[in-house]
């Protein structure tokens, strides 16, 4: 009897998440069926979605609260055909504010919930955990500290890794990265990841560049790379290079290519997030930081309960790398931090190898890990 499997998964993470675990329990049931909500990846996998995962994309407290209406519409209607349907389980992949919502609807359906990606509640809004022990059936964790907080709630929990970690090698090649960036050698290289989306840009662009121009005063040298993933967050980068005459810089934008620009790099300037994460596994000195309107950001530090926003230190349980946000994001502070890192080699040396322990802690092969703690559920939704 071929197994059905109801999924949603939000924005780009989510869907290459998705697709890999589908992949993976393809190999386990070969002639399982996949539908819900899902991006390209998971199309490619022959999931069937009824609606696009960009749907599920939203910026900030006043977009969501903009696309109530929309996304509560699209919600009810795929537990309707969840309830209609009856697959054996429901994987709702991140998006835990769409998400959990549908995964209580769907277990009180008496159809098994899994969540794949742990809400950040080890950071802020912890109360969140007993909602997702009404609603989970399973969480599987991407971080090793997050399990023993659903063990003491008595969720179901499975640690499965990171799948970064997977991908990533343990030993980037900064040569072979310059050769393929048509950098220079010899060099000293900075990469600037202001952040994936056109907000994240607007914030941070201005003071990206300040920064650059600071550094460059004290080391004419450097070289500065800015990977921007579309034409519209390289519009903003490029609007605020002429509004700071910044041209003549030495600042080359990329496409892309945000990986290779940090294995490139000998240090990286990240907006907080995963772009952080991605910068430790490729064992990367690094100054976090980040901007945002000033009342999210009061209430964000006030629901917070953790010393630091970044993974690298989170994950570390140490502050290891500098984390300058909000007002003291200023480009004498960002600037100073970054050339402690260049100025420094035994600092850096021993950050790598911090990073390398963080990564094989994190390398468990995800996507295998995540369909063994699925297939239990699956085998008891299809009886």
Request: charged share 25%.
């Amino acid at each position: 009897m071929t197994v059905r499997i109801a999924m949603v998964a939000g924005e780009t993470s989510g869907d290459l998440l998705a697709s890999h675990l589908i992949r993976a329990i393809r190999q386990q049931v070969p002639d399982a069926e996949f539908f819900g909500i899902g991006g390209p990846k998971m199309q490619a996998e022959g999931f069937d979605a009824r609606w696009p995962s960009e749907l599920l994309a939203v910026h900030g407290y006043v977009d969501a609260l903009k696309r109530y209406r929309e996304l509560s519409g699209i919600r009810r209607a795929l537990l309707g055909q969840i309830r209609g349907e009856r697959p054996a389980a429901f994987i709702g992949v991140d998006a835990p504010d769409f998400n959990l919502w549908l995964e209580g609807k769907v277990k009180d359906s008496g159809i098994p919930s899994i969540h794949f990606v742990s809400p950040s509640i080890w950071a802020w809004r912890g109360g969140r955990i007993k909602r997702i022990a009404r609603s989970v059936s399973r969480m599987l964790c991407l971080f090793p500290f997050e399990p023993e907080i659903y063990e003491q709630a008595g969720v179901p929990v499975s640690y499965v890794g990171h799948p970064l970690a997977d991908v990533f090698p343990l030993h980037p090649d900064r040569n072979a990265a310059r050769q393929l960036l048509e950098l220079p050698l010899e060099h000293r290289i900075v990469a600037m990841l202001p952040g994936s989306r056109q907000s994240e840009v607007r914030n941070l662009a201005d003071t990206y560049i300040a920064t650059a121009k600071q550094m460059v005063e004290r080391d004419p040298g450097l070289c500065f790379l800015v990977p921007l993933a579309t034409r519209e967050t390289r519009a903003i980068f490029e609007e605020a290079l002429h509004r700071n005459q910044a041209l003549d810089l030495p600042i080359r934008m990329l496409f892309g290519h945000a990986v290779e620009a940090m294995i490139a790099s000998d240090v990286v300037l990240v907006a907080s997030g995963t772009a952080s994460l991605e910068a430790a596994l490729l064992k990367r000195p690094m100054v976090i930081t980040y901007r945002i309107g000033a009342w999210q950001y009061r209430l964000m530090k006030r629901m917070a309960y953790l010393p630091w926003v970044g993974l690298p230190n989170i994950l570390c349980n140490e502050g290891l790398v500098p984390e300058l946000l909000q007002d003291d994001a200023t480009p004498e502070k960002l600037a100073a931090a970054l050339d402690a890192w260049l100025n420094d080699p035994d600092r850096r040396a021993a950050l790598e190898a911090r990073f390398a322990e963080l990564h094989l802690t994190l390398r468990q092969n995800t996507a295998e890990k995540a369909a063994e703690a699925v297939l239990p559920y699956l085998r008891q939704g299809a009886a």
